[in-house]
């Protein structure tokens, strides 16, 4: 009778112990993902600092009384990690609609910054809304 009850419980050590190891495994899968999607965030966080970095850059650009035919690119920074750049929209509304773009190179993650600028008759162009999304 002892051998019977000696083998059961062994059945219940290794079914228990079967089942922590299953929750372990599923419990680090669920710590991956989640470390998977803060990585992800943080990327494009800075993607969109980069973003508004160059938002920031071109309102005192337009205030320092530059002028911009709205034709290429405006490139702000461009260095080993991180390219920001200010496009406008081909459209030739007024007021004209200007993007802030923040490009992570290595992770291929774009950010923008919608801008809206007039442009008065003396080409002093003036930024009129930021929308940061």
């Not at 680090?28 to 993607?47: K, M, P, T």
């Not at 773009?101 to 009129?128: A, N, P």
């Amino acid at each position: 009778m002892g051998a019977h009850n000696a083998g059961f419980i062994t059945y219940v050590a290794i079914f228990t112990m079967s089942f922590l190891l299953v929750l372990a495994f599923m419990g680090l899968r669920i710590g991956q993902i989640c470390e998977s999607n803060a990585v992800d965030e943080l990327h494009l966080e800075e993607a969109h600092y980069a973003a508004q970095s160059g938002a920031h850059w071109f309102v005192g650009y337009c205030k320092a009384g530059n002028t911009w035919d709205f034709q290429e690119k405006l490139i702000v920074a461009d260095d080993a990690d991180v390219e920001i750049t200010i496009e406008a929209d081909p459209s030739r509304d007024n007021p004209r609609h200007v993007m802030s773009y923040g490009k992570l190179k290595h992770q291929e993650i774009v950010s923008r910054v919608h801008m809206y600028v007039t442009v008065d008759t003396d080409h002093t162009m003036h930024v009129m809304k930021i929308k940061p999304y």
